[in-house]
């Protein structure tokens, strides 16, 4: 028997018992959706964080004193670090959450406080306008760049250079604009207010310096710069426990490793249900063999070999999770696109993993297809026409 007329003889069996076929190639479709979209949504947050990192640079480092007992450190106390060859800038950054005001709206956000090394350090691109200065800071100016959210939020468009915004009681004159981060993460730059440093130390009525920015002179000098920070702060705070030091590299790391493991323990998760699906195509074979055993033992009367009617039932399984897979990875990519138009993500779904998971349900066709194949190519003719 050839294969095109195996495979329209299968099709045709499907399509005689529609609904019986679709609830069978229903746990495929549900194990495909599974793997496709959960382990897709995992590798698009994955690489949206390793652009965010690649963006901030492999030779930042962040250093937090987390004591309040320690000694205070000053913008001198950081400025002495720039003289080590091993690091090239030092930022002070200081934050917190606050209501901004302008042409009658409001809006909650994200306030820091920088110094014009800040922008160098952390890649921040201006849009219109221009970046705090030291002039800035060194006269505590009510001054500001603006994220395009908090923009459009207050004033319903992004051409706000020159505009005046309250903030905790005073008004601050936008100097800049940012260039639009489109993040959904939440420390994304399109829901941040900067301010000088020295006048969100007044804002927040915080005189000390506990978090800070380092960039090293080259991603080879990282450790070196680490460890000149490390001396820093232990000289400073006395106590290795109170503060803590992390770079871009340690973080990336981080990321990597815990997004594998969650990509290997939801594939696992959502194989099983695969798995289930395979089981229902086998359960829905034997009975299929059950009910066309006289159908069997006329084709084997008339001449049917033992390979024709084991490619028949093989070629059925397969055909069914395969049918299975391609609606699976359909569903998943409408399932996506929905995501995306509802929450404003940005997922992508993995075309690899869709080709896997389809190759997966094929091979599962044909495992779980092999038995009740074997067991109908192995009917005899007399007995199958007896029964």
């Known amino acids: 028997m050839k294969i095109t007329q195996a495979i329209k003889m299968a099709f045709a069996s499907i399509c005689s018992t529609k609904l019986r076929s679709f609830l069978t190639m229903l ?23 390793s652009d965010t990192l690649s963006q901030l640079g492999g030779n930042v480092i962040s250093a937090t004193v987390t004591s309040r007992r320690s ?36 809006s909650s956000v994200t306030l820091k406080g920088i110094t014009g090394e800040y922008e160098d350090i952390q890649n921040i691109s201006v ?4 970046y705090i200065l030291d002039v800035d800071n060194d006269n505590r100016l009510q001054v500001c760049l603006i994220g395009v ?55 927040m009525q915080n005189s000390t310096i506990s978090s800070f920015y380092v960039s ?3 991603e080879g000098m990282l450790n070196m710069a680490e460890s ?40 696992g998760i959502a194989g099983i249900s695969l798995l289930v699906g395979g089981i229902g195509i086998m359960n829905i074979m034997l009975v299929s063999v059950t009910e066309r055993t006289k159908e069997i033992g006329i084709r084997k009367a008339i001449g049917a070999k033992k390979k024709d009617i084991l490619a028949q039932f093989m070629i059925e399984s397969t055909v069914l999770s395969c049918m299975g897979g391609v609606i ?60």
Do not use: C, W
């Open 216 to 218: 090293a002179t080259n």
């Open 127 to 130: 849009q219109k306008g221009r």
């Open 27 to 49: 746990g495929i479709i549900i194990g495909v959706m599974s793997v496709t979209v959960l382990v897709s949504i995992v590798q698009s947050t994955t690489n949206n964080v």
């Open 149 to 203: 959210t908090a923009a459009k939020d207050l004033f319903g468009h992004t051409d706000v250079e020159g505009e005046t915004i309250r903030i905790s009681g005073r008004n601050f004159k936008i100097i800049g604009v940012l260039e639009e981060d489109g993040s959904s993460q939440r420390d994304s730059n399109d829901s941040v207010i900067y301010t000088p440093f020295t006048t969100a130390q007044r804002i």
């Open 71 to 106: 000694n205070k450190i000053t913008t001198s106390d950081l400025k002495s670090l720039e003289n080590n060859p091993a690091i090239e800038s030092v930022s002070p950054i200081i934050s917190g959450s606050s209501t901004a005001k302008a042409s009658g709206n409001s």
């Open 228 to 267: 000149a920070v490390d001396s820093f702060l232990l000289e400073k705070t006395g106590d290795e426990d109170s503060y803590t030091i992390t770079n871009q590299s340690d973080i990336a790391d981080s990321v990597s490793d815990v997004t594998n493991s969650m990509t290997y323990m939801i594939g």
């Open 328 to 387: 699976g990875i359909a569903l998943s990519a409408a399932t996506i696109f929905g995501m995306n138009q509802l929450m404003s993500a940005d997922y992508t779904i993995s075309a690899g993993i869709s080709l896997i998971a389809l190759a997966f349900s094929a091979i599962l066709g044909i495992v779980f297809g092999l038995y009740p194949a074997n067991k109908a190519a192995n009917l005899k003719p007399i007995e199958a026409l007896n029964l």
